[in-house]
């Protein structure tokens, strides 16, 4: 029983930082772009207004959340999405409607 509260509290943890990381709306941006397919950090930087230390502090908080999964290839870093957590929280807010 422990075990399951304690999987319960950090699974909402997660999704704690998957929401705070969706707040913000480049970051929901950047997740619109790489729903397109899988783009390089400098592709991404191209897309906005903001230079690309900026933008890698978003992707940074996206990886965090495990929205966004990095390869690296050579001396540059390919994004892509990650659905899987969004999958989770469809899942859970499912079960809050019952």
Do not use: C
């Not at 903001?50 to 994004?79: N, P």
């Amino acid at each position: 029983m422990a075990g399951t509260k304690k999987r319960k509290e950090e699974r909402l943890l997660s999704f704690a930082d998957a929401f705070r990381a969706l707040s913000d709306p480049t970051r929901r941006e950047i997740l619109r772009l790489l729903s397109k397919g899988d783009m390089y950090a400098g592709e991404i930087a191209g897309s906005f207004d903001m230079t690309g230390a900026t933008i890698s502090h978003h992707l940074s908080i996206l990886k965090q959340a495990g929205l966004v999964d990095e390869e690296k290839q050579g001396k540059y870093i390919r994004y892509s999405l990650n659905t899987s957590v969004v999958d989770d929280i469809i899942r859970w807010m499912l079960e809050l409607k019952g």
